[in-house]
């Protein structure tokens, strides 16, 4: 299981990629889901506009499940506005 630290350090040295992902609007640190229930899982929170599969994505498009041993959870959100 991976620490806070270790999840920060991913986070950081991956936003800018991530963040360029087609889809893409937000990322955050939190526990992973998994068919609706809360784990004990930290991961990076990947928030995207719609879910896609795999086949509808281009290589260079998709998000990896983990970057160097740290869970990714992608979450769809829709397009995010500030109010």
């Known amino acids: 299981m991976v620490t806070m630290e270790e999840?920060?350090?991913?986070?950081?040295a991956y936003e800018a990629e991530l963040m360029g992902k087609s889809g893409v609007v937000a990322l955050a640190i939190g526990?992973?889901?998994v068919d609706g229930?809360?784990?004990d899982e930290l991961c990076i929170i990947c928030y995207v506009v719609k879910k896609k599969s795999i086949e509808?994505?281009?290589g260079?498009?998709?998000?990896?499940?983990?970057i160097?041993?740290?869970p990714i959870?992608?979450?769809?959100?829709?397009r995010i506005r500030a109010l």
């Not at 999840?7 to 950081?12: E, L, M, N, P």
């Not at 260079?60 to 983990?66: A, D, K, L, N, Q």
């Not at 959870?73 to 829709?78: F, H, M, P, Q, R």
């Open 7 to 12: 999840v920060k350090r991913v986070k950081a």
């Open 68 to 70: 160097e041993g740290v």
């Open 60 to 66: 260079h498009e998709i998000i990896p499940r983990e």
């Open 31 to 33: 526990y992973r889901y």
């Open 56 to 58: 509808e994505l281009k």
């Open 73 to 78: 959870d992608i979450v769809e959100s829709g």
């Open 37 to 39: 229930e809360k784990t």
